[in-house]
T-cell receptor, first 109, second 116 residues
Framework: AQRVTQPEKLLSVFKGAPVELKCNYS??????LFWYVQYSRQRLQLLLR??SRESIKGFTADLNKGETSFHLKKPFAQEEDSAMYYC???????????FGKGTRLSVIA | GAVVSQHPSRVICKSGTSVKIECRSL??????MFWYRQFPKQSLMLMAT?????????EQGVEKDKFLINHASLTLSTLTVTSAHPEDSSFYIC????????????FGPGTRLTVT
């Protein structure tokens, strides 16, 4: 069965500290993996995808197929990073995302 | 980027009535749209996949007779909650795919349904 595990429901870090939001997946085939973010009172939006290997707002995520992980990292957290973060794999093609339960990141000044 | 709208953003209805929620892709055509439900402080749960011109595919445990989905055109999908009950109160979110070969999905702002 397809599963996405985000073990931390809430993660609190101080401003300027490194942050890592964990994501492990169990997914058949070769999924494409995304991180979505939902800021307070805003719609869900794409943060980054593994195939693009880009850094968005200072965040990066590396796909580790051996560990089936796709952890989201940022070296120096900012207050504006406080939000809900969802890890989501999808199959190739126009298929739905499978969302993890989400991790609420709280960056403390 | 692609924009997806939902209407209404908020609706309050009485128990036993039906409510229709619209999801539109404003600047692209979406052969497939997805409907999610989100309870407070919880993740999104996929309810159904809406295919233009054909029947929706419902996830296990979702009552298709209660949550009627129609995808009449490439830019519009509707979700009708029939005979609503207070337990149907939730945040309903739709998303639309970016097209063939593009896996990114664009999300609507959501509709908060409150059934009294």
């Amino acid at each position: 069965a397809q599963r996405v595990t985000q073990p931390e429901k809430l993660l609190s870090v101080f401003k300027g500290a490194p942050v890592e939001l964990k994501c492990n997946y169990s997914y058949s085939g070769s999924p494409e993996l995304f991180w979505y973010v939902q800021y307070s009172r805003q719609r869900l939006q794409l943060l980054l995808r593994h195939i693009s290997r880009e850094s968005i707002k200072g965040f990066t995520a590396d796909l580790n197929k051996g560990e089936t992980s796709f952890h989201l990292k940022k070296p120096f957290a900012q207050e504006e990073d406080s939000a809900m973060y969802y890890c989501a794999p999808t199959r190739q093609g126009n298929t739905p995302l499978v969302f993890g339960k989400g991790t609420r990141l709280s960056v403390i000044a | 980027g692609a924009v997806v709208s939902q209407h209404p953003s908020r609706v309050i209805c009485k128990s036993g009535t039906s409510v229709k929620i619209e999801c539109r892709s404003l600047d692209f055509q979406a052969t497939t749209m997805f409907w999610y439900r989100q309870f407070p402080k919880q993740s999104l749960m996929l309810m159904a996949t809406s295919n233009e011109g054909s029947k929706a595919t419902y996830e296990q445990g979702v009552e298709k007779d209660k949550f009627l989905i129609n995808h009449a055109s490439l830019t519009l999908s509707t979700l009708t909650v029939t005979s609503a009950h207070p337990e149907d109160s939730s945040f309903y979110i739709c998303s639309a795919g970016g097209g063939i070969g593009i896996n990114e999905q664009y999300f609507g702002p959501g509709t908060r349904l409150t059934v009294t």
